[in-house]
């Protein structure tokens, strides 16, 4: 597997320690307003356990408290989910841009994906640290999919669709089993919403979080499966 570029560092600081990102802390958890969506911005952000929003014009940085994440070896996983597992086929990084685009449908409720933040992961994804999972029908046809950003062995969740029954479902399963293989410590997934509370996800402390984050952004690299 090819490691990723290192692109150059950002000019912004951002909040690192979870006393700095509660101190700075609004309304909804958003610790900061501005900067860019560089891609050395965007992985400075993520290793002090930032992720980025539009705010109108402008970015929001977010750092929920507490924080969604799933334990990869407590992914449920339901009998009629086996079942999907096994009608789909699973790739990864296959049509990256293709997976992006269909999280952004503005048609999708709730949509906050807009052009610049496409691009901006489109570029991370070209130099090696964000990746998509794919999943089609027996004939061939996307179904759903997930993406996020990779650094260590931390998997930062962005967004996920599906246009088929269990879709963006059997590509979080695949995921959890290419981050248990590959070398995976965290996975994140921001919010713990009720879908996501079904699969096994919990909250944890921003302080806990800070706490797994240190240790996962510190391994090797994730031997992320690559194009299929």
Known sequence: MQSPLEPPPSRWHFPCSEE????????????????????GTLLAAYRCGLFPMPAGRGVAWWAPDPRGVIPLDGLVVSRSL????????????????DVVAACADPARPGAWIDKRVQRAYTRLHELGWAHSVEVWTPQGELAGGLYGVAIG????????????????????VALVSALRSGGGAL??????TPHLANLGAVAVS??????????AVELPQLAFPGRA
């Open 187 to 192: 996975l994140d997934v921001q919010w713990v």
């Open 82 to 97: 086996r079942r999907s597992c096994r009608r789909y086929d699973v790739s990864f990084d296959a049509c990256f841009g």
């Open 153 to 172: 062995g931390l998997f930062a969740g962005e967004s996920m669709f599906h246009w088929q029954t269990d879709a963006s479902k059997v590509a979080l």
């Open 20 to 39: 700095a990102q509660a101190d700075a802390a609004g309304p909804g958890e958003v610790v900061g307003t501005g900067a860019d969506l560089e891609p």
């Open 206 to 215: 921003r302080a806990r979080y800070h706490q797994l984050l240190r240790l």
